[in-house]
Every structure is written in C-alpha cells, then in structure tokens.
C-alpha cells in the first residue's frame, strides 16, 4: 500500500459513523453480555475452541449482535459472509450454498452465514438454507430483534441454539462512551472532547441500552459544536440541543408491544397503581396506539374485576371516551385516572371462568334443546305441543324466587358462576346462597304437595 492509498483508506474510515469506526473486533474489547462471553461461558468457550455452532442472537438493538458476529468470524478458521435479510433473496442464498460448497471442497474451510435481522426472511426464504444447516455445509449465526419462536421456523429454530443478549447496562454504555472520547485511532480522541460526568450520565440516560444510540448522539453533539473550535466541553444542555429528545425503544407490531402490554395488565392485577401507571406511560410516550391501550383496559375490567366492581367497566369505557373526545396529552389523565382505578379496584376472575367453562361444556355436550317450559309460544301450534307449558312467572312469586329448572335437561344443576368474596361480588355471593337455600325449600315444599305461592 503507497501513501495515497493509506491517506485514502484512512480517510474513507474517518467518514464512517462513530458507532462503526469504534466497533469492537476482539473479545478482549467487547464490552457486556458476560453471562455468555465471560470466562468458561458458552460463546467464549466456542469461540476459543474453534467450534462454533448454529445460533440465533436474540437481543434488543445496540446490544452488540452484529460486533459478536463479526468476531466469531475474525477469531475462527471459517470462510465468513454477512448476509443481510432486507436486501437479500432465496437467488442470493443459493449463490451463497455455492461458495460454501467451493470453500469445503476445494479449501477444506466451513463457511459461517451470518444473517442480519434474520427474522424478515419469510418462510421460503428460511427453508432454502434449512437443509445446508442440517447437514453442516453452513453454520448459520442469524441475529434478530424480534422473539425467534415468533420469527424463525419452527424446523430451522430446532437446528439452532437461541442465544440470549442481555440491553447493555448503565456502566456498559459509560465505558463505551468514555473510550469513544479517547480512541485517537478510531474514536474521537484526537479532538479531546470534554464531558463531565453528568453530560455522560445523560448520554447514557438516553440510549436506553443501545450502545450504537449512544454513539450516534455522542457524534452528533459533537458536530454541532465543532462550529465553535476553540470550546472542547460539551454540557447536557449542548446535548439535549442537539438530540432534541428521546426515542424509545419499542415495536407495535412486535415483543417489545407485547411485553409492554403484558406489564400494564398484570401491574393492575397485581394491584399497584404505581407500576400500572408507569407502563401505561412507557406505552404512551414509545407512541403506542392511546385507544388500543383504552381497549385493553376494557377488556381488563370485564376478565379481571367483573362484578367485584361493576363501575369498573363504566369506569374503563369512560375513560375511552374521554380520550376520544380530547384526543392527546389532555386525554392521558384519563386514561391514566382509569388504570390507577382498575388497578386498585377489588379482582374477581368469576364471570371470566364461568364462561370459559360454559364455552368448554358447549363443546362437549353441543345443541342441547331448550326445556319445554321455557320456550317461547306465539302460536297455538306451539303451544299444543307444550312450548312454555308450566312455566312459572316469577314476579308472581314471593321475592320473586320460584323452584324452576333453566338449564337443558342433560346439565341441570351445573354451576359455572362462583362469585369471590370480594367487593360486590361478595354480596352477590350472599344473595346466591340465600335463593338457592329458598329454592331448595320450594322444591322440598313441592315435593309434599303444599307448595306455597303466596
């Protein structure tokens, strides 16, 4: 290499984003996921042994998938591509079976396929290399954001080891700013920037766990204030300036929606307000839908509270409502007043597994017919032939209690509904037993032949 050569090369890797210039390309710089990099653990014992496997790295983005990737590949024997899910096809994936082919015979060198976001390869896709990763023509290393039982055939996932990448922690993202700011090669260390511990700590505050976030807002801060040479520090409010604000980490479409939903139901069933409230913000401010998150919670007050509080579902379509009729942020109080109600409401399951059960004993028994006497006649022809034939009226009745079957003959005395003792169900519970001992009297009454319909 001459020198315009090097001053091109080296001028072409100054141009690259920061988070690319400063990537990790040995194990002993990688920063986080110690549980499968430490010392004996899983990955780092792979890699130091040359024995590499096929693998799904799962983990949220900025958690170094795609660094570990590139590792494997420069600390192991193997003919390694990169192979990106987005761009590519089932025409590309033959092409690659064809190089891995050569590389073997003609080589005698595996080949690791590593496939960025692996999860949007569709099902044709993914079954084009199903059969070279089963038979060891390719160690397939596929990195994804997105739950790989969700993504990933079920065929393909069974022929790989998902691996589990931890969001990078607090101290993960200071080290990795901090040695950004010093790296006179890659980095910016050239420029000695100085940060105080508290612009770094927002730094950090504001990546979420993403180590490329914090880098690219790193670098753009600086750009900014390279506008004034003379003045190296940069303050949290340069920063903030610079960022204008901060964006969460989320997918409606995917886990993250799921995990974040899952967290705001079980908080309110939990009975704390103060977590229920928390995620309900978390979905809000990530840009969550605010009327999916109202039907959620509609939903939640007719499974998880019922008749332990009827206002409960008032409460929640109230809500609703509310916020259709403000729209945003006025419209959050009220969707945030209806998570700290049901949240502290009292919690019955009752109706929930009374109909679960209804549903269960239709499936088993099918289209029972409707007892006689409680059909409707509105024709002589019916009502020849027995349609509501012995029917009791009950506002003729004392208390309006009668001894009447209401269910088909085949199930009668099935009991689905069983209130708890909490809230108004707990009422509802007392007056259930209450009629059913006045029935049973009835019914032993009637069996004398001295029933009484005062």
Request: net charge neutral.
């Amino acid at each position: 290499m001459d020198l315009f050569e090097y001053n091109a090369s080296h001028t072409d890797a100054r141009s690259q984003p920061l988070a690319e210039r400063v990537r990790p390309n040995t194990l002993k710089t990688f920063v986080g996921q110690t549980h499968i990099l430490g010392k004996g653990k899983l990955i780092r014992t792979a890699i130091e042994s040359d024995h590499i496997f096929s693998m799904i790295l799962w983990g949220p983005p900025g958690c170094g998938k795609t660094t570990l990737a590139r590792i494997i590949a420069k600390e192991t024997r193997a003919h390694f591509v990169h192979f990106s899910a987005v761009l590519s096809g089932v025409k590309e994936i033959r092409s690659v079976i064809k190089i891995a082919k050569d590389q073997r015979s003609l080589y005698r060198q595996e080949t690791i396929l590593f496939v960025d976001e692996i999860h949007r390869f569709n099902k044709a896709q993914q079954d084009a290399f199903l059969h070279h990763v089963e038979n060891g023509l390719i160690t397939l290393i596929g990195a994804t954001t997105e739950n790989p039982s969700f993504e990933v055939i079920a065929p393909l996932l069974s022929r790989c080891r998902v691996v589990t990448m931890k969001i990078l922690s607090d101290e993960d993202i200071s080290l990795i700013i901090e040695s950004a700011l010093k790296d006179k090669d890659r980095g910016l260390g050239e420029d000695s920037w100085e940060l105080d511990q508290d612009a770094i700590q927002y730094l950090v505050q504001i990546s979420d766990g993403d180590a490329r976030m914090a880098l690219n807002n790193l670098e753009l801060a600086t750009r900014l204030k390279r506008m004034d040479p003379e003045d190296k520090k940069l303050t949290v409010e340069e920063i903030k300036t610079a960022i204008q604000g901060k964006a969460l980490v989320y997918d409606k479409s995917g886990e993250s929606h799921y995990n974040l939903i899952s967290a705001l139901h079980k908080s309110m069933r939990g009975s704390d307000p103060d977590a229920a409230i928390y995620w309900l913000g978390r979905m809000l401010a990530s840009g969550e839908d605010p009327l999916y998150v109202a039907r959620r919670m509609v939903r939640f007050a007719v499974e998880d509270i019922g008749n332990a509080d009827p206002e409960a579902l008032t409460m929640a379509l109230n809500g609703m409502e509310t916020y259709r009729f403000l729209g945003s942020p006025e419209g959050d109080l009220a969707l945030a007043q209806t998570a700290v109600y049901l949240a502290t409401a009292p919690k019955s399951n009752a109706i929930y597994t009374a109909y679960g059960k209804v549903q269960e004993i239709i499936k088993q028994t099918g289209s029972l017919e409707t007892p006689l006497h409680i059909r409707n006649a509105p024709t002589k022809l019916m009502k020849t032939i027995g349609y509501g034939k012995g029917y009791k009226y009950a506002h003729d009745y004392h208390d309006a209690i009668v001894a009447q079957e209401y269910l088909p003959e085949k199930i009668r005395g099935q009991k689905f509904y069983h209130p708890v003792d909490r809230g108004y169900e707990k009422t509802i519970k007392k007056r259930l037993d209450q009629w059913h001992g006045k029935k049973n009297q009835l019914r032993r009454t009637a069996d004398l032949g001295t029933e009484d319909q005062d």
